[in-house]
């Protein structure tokens, strides 16, 4: 029996793990739950999965939800924090949204929990510092991400040294086959609808804009120690190979599967095991083709800025994924445009001066200072 606690439990990522756990119950138990402030299905789920305690990120809601339950209801980021430590918990799967993930994961890692990552922005921003401490500590940081999972796989009994190049699928987001002109005037309801994921809105529009993809590339250089100029990207409309890697005697092994975010997460808690699901299964004969092109980094330019934070280092990661952060809930709320979104994160990338060898702190200050930033930008217009 392996003991989870998961954070962001009222996400996407939250609710399909407590989905696979539900379906395997004698192999997985809930220690603890954590969300930002949806405390109805937050209860529900206490209901259903009986954890140790949970906590909620706004303080207003923790009280209003222990008035509620009879377990304990920790709020904020201390709540957090706390259980991401539990003596109790084996694992910690980290599905929150945004730079909030970082502090939780850090403490996970210091009391020695593995980790199933979702929270890509834990490795964009603090990427060296947590895959330091992780290896410091003995501790598994097991990806979540379809295309980190697939490259997990992959790698699977190789060598590290024999790996050319990675090359990290993607399904190019609900625009990928609209104009620069038509981008100028794209809604947020029209990037919400992913043609082939179930995602959060966040993830869903830096799908849209390819940012996610650029936060990938960052994330596989953190986790297998590739250079980026042996990251490729490919647009693969059919969503079904995952990512594949290329070795240095040319084989090119893939990991291929339906479009099921379930798959990745059972992966991560039950490794190195794997075990029985009930969901789809892959039929190539329906699928018939599989297509594969390169991204657009003109209609798409936040792909390519990406790859410029990762290579320059230091904090630029963390500006580009703060100002992308207060940019896409702007959009999302009518605020902006969808090329706004490239073009401020472009011009504040410009106007920063790169801390080389930032300090847990130093990336944490700087994380809240060009979101207070950005955010007077856009509401002064």
Known sequence: MKNISILGSTGSIGVQALEVIKKNSSKFKVIALGCHSNIHLLEQQ??????????????????????RVKIDVLSGMEGLMAISKLNSADMVLNALVGSIGVKPTIEAIKAKKDIALANKETLVTAGEIVMNLAKKKGVAIKPIDSEHSAIFQCINGENPKKIRKIILTCSGGAFRDKTKKELEKATAEAALKHPNWNMGKKITIDSATLMNKGFEVIEARMLFGVDYDNIQVVIHPQSIVHSLVEFRDGSVIAQLGVPDMRLPIQYALSHPKRIDANFASLDLLKVSQLNFSSPDTERFPCLKYAYEAGKTGGTMPCVMNAVNEVLVRAFLEG?????????????????????????????????????KKTEREIENG
């Open 46 to 67: 206490i209901k259903a999965f009986n954890p140790e305690i949970v906590s909620v990120f706004d303080e207003s809601k923790a009280e209003e939800l222990q008035k």
């Open 335 to 371: 605020k902006i445009g969808f090329m706004d979104i490239p073009r401020i994160i472009k011009k504040t990338m410009d106007a920063h001066r790169v801390i080389r060898h930032p300090g847990l702190d130093d990336i944490l200050a700087l994380d809240k200072k060009i979101k």
